[in-house]
């Protein structure tokens, strides 16, 4: 009796004295991740849930990613089955607008070289020595669409679920940093002043009912992987274009979306464990999504400007940096630089077709190289 | 002959900065217009002074809606 309240009261310090420094470490990363989202507003969302996630796992002994862990549970049912990120898609598409694209079809090319990086990158990570699984995972940073990413990795790499998502949600929110110097070094004074007319084309209902069934059976016949990516998101699209459920549209856009992004943050945040996390893997995975949004970035700007070219000027080449699929960041960022270098050229609306193109565009990659992964038979 | 001032995309008139019988150098903003949740300043074509103003704040336009006249 006289010695069990000593060894009872030392129980009360055992996560403090059980504190590695890779835990203290980690414990330091998901704070960081909660100072950017709470103080500079980056994707405050995912940010907020991932760093919270990243503390409470990395506190010896609590248990919460061990067997019967509560976070574990999470991250079993809800990423290694897929179901969240297919969730999320269903909201992505109740609430993406394809008008500016469907007013200015052939932007969407635009939106196909956004998705350069992504192919350039996973080269570059095979010749690093990761497995081809992986370079995949790693390549889809280059989507610049969290989602897609998610749920990539999640089908073929879980183990760098943390170090992959991680990278494409903070370099999204960096896109404003990141674009507008690649847009500078690859264009012409002359270039970066084109005005581009103000678009305007009424699109009928018909139209915008048909296009989501339409891209769903193609994209799907040609790249049968990414059905369950495309069709989610055409599912979505064709609930809002419809008008007819409004209430399905309504819970798709906000409640579903709300408690899945919560439970998907949360489980990315349990999956950034020490033991997990801090590995040169980890950073090696930072640099070269760094590198696949670059490389996004110039090819839609370099293809911008053939197109400029072939137009005979009509088009101006910044609109390129927003083929990638930082939706709507990238576009605003065009829209800016724009103004900066004429205040009468607005290229939002321009932009915004190929935003939207390239969120089918990194979708439309991802199946693609799903069903080539099929086809390797890996 | 007066130049038109046009909205450069479809959006909702947040505030004038110039009201009518003020002059404007080219490129100075006449007014603001919000689009995709971002601000968006739309400058004069040309100096000289704003003859009219056809829109108020919280209105709706299409782009290409005519919104101001300078002379």
């Not at chain 1, 690859?186 to 009928?204: D, F, N, Q, Y």
């Not at chain 1, 607005?346 to 693609?368: D, F, K, R, T, Y």
Request: charged share 15%; glycine share 10%; net charge neutral.
């Amino acid at each position: 009796m006289d010695s069990a309240l000593p060894t009872a009261l030392r129980a009360l310090g055992l996560g403090l004295s059980n504190l590695g420094v890779g835990e203290a470490f980690m414990l330091l990363v998901g704070c960081l991740l909660l100072y950017l989202g709470i103080r500079h507003r980056f994707e405050p969302l995912l940010l907020l849930p991932i760093g919270f996630g990243a503390l409470l796992v990395n506190i010896p002994m609590a248990g919460l990613m061990e067997e019967d862990g509560v976070l574990r549970y999470f991250y079993e049912t809800g990423i290694l089955t897929e179901i969240f990120p297919i969730l999320i898609f269903i909201g992505i598409g109740a609430m993406i607008d394809f008008q500016p694209l469907l007013e200015n079809p052939k932007i969407i090319l635009l939106g196909a070289a956004g998705q350069c990086g992504i192919f350039l990158t996973l080269l570059l990570a095979l010749a690093l020595g990761f497995t081809q699984l992986e370079a995949v995972a790693i390549g889809i940073i280059g989507a610049c669409d969290g989602p897609t990413a998610i749920y990539v990795t999640s089908k073929y790499a879980p183990h760098l679920l943390a170090a992959v998502s991680v990278a494409a949600y903070s370099y999204m929110s960096l896109v404003p940093l990141l674009q507008p110097g690649i847009m500078r070094l690859l264009t012409t004074s002359k270039e970066r002043k084109i005005v581009m007319g103000a678009v305007r084309r009424p699109i009928s209902r018909t139209t915008k009912i048909v296009f989501p069934i339409a891209v769903t059976l193609t994209a799907s016949l040609i790249a049968p992987m990414g059905t369950p990516l495309i069709g989610m998101v055409m599912l979505g699209n064709l609930m809002k274009e419809s008008g007819v459920v409004e209430r399905l549209k309504n819970s798709s856009e906000n409640e579903i979306t709300n408690i899945v992004t919560l439970l998907l943050g949360l489980s990315i945040g349990a999956t950034m464990q020490a033991k997990n996390f801090l590995r040169w893997e980890t950073l090696m995975i930072l640099c070269l999504g760094l590198i696949a949004i670059i490389l996004d970035t110039a090819a839609g700007v370099l293809l911008g400007k053939l197109m400029s070219f072939l137009s005979r000027g009509k088009i101006n080449p910044l609109i390129g940096a927003a083929g990638i699929s930082a939706f709507p960041m990238s576009a605003r960022v065009v829209q800016m630089e724009g103004q900066r270098y004429n205040r009468k050229s607005h290229l939002l609306m321009h932009a915004m077709s190929a935003n939207v193109g390239g969120q089918i565009g990194s979708i439309i990659a991802a199946a693609i190289m799903l069903s080539l992964i099929q086809g390797l038979g890996t | 002959m007066a130049t038109s001032v046009t909205a450069p995309m479809v959006g909702k008139i947040l505030k004038l900065e110039k009201q009518v019988g003020d002059t404007v150098q080219e490129d100075e903003v006449v007014l603001v217009m919000e689009a995709m949740k971002m601000e968006i300043f739309v400058s004069a074509p040309v100096s000289g002074t704003i003859k009219n103003i056809l829109v108020e704040p919280g209105q709706s336009v299409q782009a290409d809606d005519l919104l101001a006249e300078i002379e």
